[in-house]
């Protein structure tokens, strides 16, 4: 035979009694069970990651309490927003979760760069670093001008206005860690501000010609970016079309 029954509503060890009696009017001896009850959930606190974490490892380690007792599992994580649920049922049924949140970012940043290009300039350059990030965002990126690994914070653009040729490198970092490949080992940027150097013989240095049509000995050098072109006049008022630079020349 079965009976419902209501125990007092406070968690604790509850004890039911019970008497049974017989036709003719004779009571048992008293008979108790005792129950535990608990109507309270376990109390679940997760103590690492934190919540709307940030990571770039594919798996993390949930460490967390159930009523006080540690416990630990790994889970594996899917690129980009995850969901952590850590779930407990006591042995009374009673059950409880607790939900985090986080984001795995593992693509690499990508920087491009405006001003190192190559080529020779006669006046100061200004480098523009520009990064993207499909991911956490930009954390950081560096950059040297000296071909060193990066190690510059980049807040600007920035001008390079000393003559010399320098070998820019750049990198930047994301959010969650992921660093960019250091990139322009070849990437540089060439001032040249000094003016080139050189002289004019006519028919060898000769004193006298008896005529006009004479042959220029010429020679030049720079330290620079070097020699590229050459220009002639006869009055130095009216210059012809500049021509590639060259050791000799015939002239009238």
């Known amino acids: 035979a079965s009976k419902s029954w209501t125990l007092s509503s406070d968690d604790g060890q509850k004890t039911v009694s019970v008497k049974y009696k017989d036709a003719v009017g004779n009571w048992s001896n008293p008979v108790?069970?005792?129950?535990?009850?608990?109507?309270?959930?376990?109390?679940?606190?997760?103590?690492?990651?934190?919540?709307?974490?940030?990571?770039?490892?594919?798996?993390?380690?949930?460490?967390?309490?159930?009523?006080?007792?540690?416990?630990?599992?790994?889970r594996t994580l899917s690129e980009g927003f995850n969901t952590l649920t850590v779930s407990?049922?006591?042995?009374?049924?009673?059950?409880?979760?607790?939900?985090?949140?986080?984001?795995?970012?593992?693509?690499?940043?990508?920087?491009?760069?405006?001003?190192?290009?190559?080529?020779?300039?006669?006046?100061?350059?200004?480098?523009?670093?520009?990064?993207?990030d499909s991911g956490s965002g930009i954390?950081?990126?560096?950059?040297?001008?000296?071909?060193?690994?990066?190690?510059i914070l980049y807040g600007s653009p920035f001008v390079i206005s000393n003559e010399g040729i320098y070998t820019g490198k750049y990198q930047s970092v994301d959010k969650a860690g992921n660093p960019e490949l250091v990139k322009g080992a070849s990437h540089q940027v060439k001032i040249?501000?000094?003016?080139?150097?050189?002289?004019?013989?006519?028919?060898?240095?000769?004193?006298?010609?008896?005529?006009?049509?004479?042959?220029?000995?010429?020679?030049?050098a720079d330290t620079g970016s070097g020699l590229s072109q050459m220009q002639f006049s006869n009055d130095n008022i009216s210059w012809l079309t500049p021509e590639s630079y060259a050791s000799a020349k015939a002239w009238t």
């Open 32 to 74: 108790s069970d005792t129950i535990i009850l608990d109507t309270t959930a376990p109390v679940i606190i997760v103590n690492s990651p934190n919540d709307n974490f940030l990571t770039n490892q594919a798996t993390i380690t949930l460490d967390y309490t159930v009523d006080g007792i540690a416990k630990s599992e790994t």
């Open 192 to 220: 040249d501000t000094a003016k080139p150097a050189g002289s004019i013989a006519i028919n060898n240095g000769n004193q006298y010609t008896a005529s006009t049509s004479v042959t220029l000995t010429l020679s030049a």
């Open 139 to 151: 954390g950081k990126t560096y950059y040297s001008t000296d071909g060193s690994l990066p190690t």
């Open 88 to 132: 407990a049922t006591d042995l009374a049924g009673n059950s409880a979760s607790k939900t985090i949140t986080g984001v795995l970012d593992t693509t690499v940043p990508v920087t491009t760069d405006s001003g190192i290009d190559n080529l020779w300039h006669n006046s100061p350059v200004t480098v523009t670093l520009t990064a993207s």
